[in-house]
């Protein structure tokens, strides 16, 4: 027998993914405008969306790195709460999650056509006249995406723990730094070469 609920259920779910597709293109368009927005949002599905999409990315290269992701994830989340808290904020769990997974679209799309890439262009590539244009191509769009990735975080930031320019600034250099230091050890270990966050 069929829950009533079932068709209800199905169109919440099909709606907050046509959020999550929707707010991916304002994220380019009116970054600002759109993390703010998401600051505020309080439907959950939408972050099982985007878990589902990282955790497809998983799926395919193999479980082993998904250790790294989760600490580096929660870790984000964990030192999020503790500087707000530090700034005396009022910070809500729920920001951080929403405006940080959000934050992970930049990094998603990097993986995915880094993944896509190596199975249609397998290294080694030829030092050819092609080959560096791919490469120039393949860096400068790398670099636009790292770009957008720092607007997404410090407009993370921001947000979710409601700061003004230069706290938030100063915030953003202690949360690459401890970044950094756990990708460090993740590298050390052998968990990850290039950090998914």
Excluded at 107 to 124: E, R
Excluded at 165 to 185: A, D, H, P, Q, R
């Amino acid at each position: 027998m069929v829950s009533k609920h079932s068709p209800k259920a199905f169109s919440s779910a099909v709606a907050s993914l046509a959020i999550v597709l929707r707010r991916c293109i304002l994220l380019i368009l009116t970054p600002y405008k759109t993390m703010r927005k998401i600051s505020t949002e309080t439907d959950y599905t939408q972050l099982y969306w985007i878990g589902l999409f990282i955790f497809l990315y998983f799926f395919i290269i193999g479980f082993a790195k998904i250790l790294t992701f989760l600490v580096l994830f929660l870790g984000t989340v964990g030192i999020m709460y503790a500087v707000g808290r530090g700034w005396k904020k009022v910070v809500k769990i729920s920001n951080v999650l929403f405006t940080f997974s959000y934050g992970l679209l930049p990094t998603t799309i990097w993986f995915y056509l880094s993944l896509a890439l190596f199975y249609l262009l397998p290294p080694p590539r030829t030092p050819s006249l092609e080959g560096k244009i791919f490469s120039a191509l393949y860096v400068s769009f790398s670099l636009s995406l790292l770009f957008w990735k720092l607007i997404l975080t410090y407009l993370a930031i921001r947000f979710s723990l409601k700061l003004g320019f230069y706290s938030t600034m100063f915030t953003l250099v202690l949360y690459t730094i401890c970044i950094l230091t756990i990708s460090y050890f993740g590298f050390a270990l052998g968990l990850s070469t290039v950090p998914f966050i």
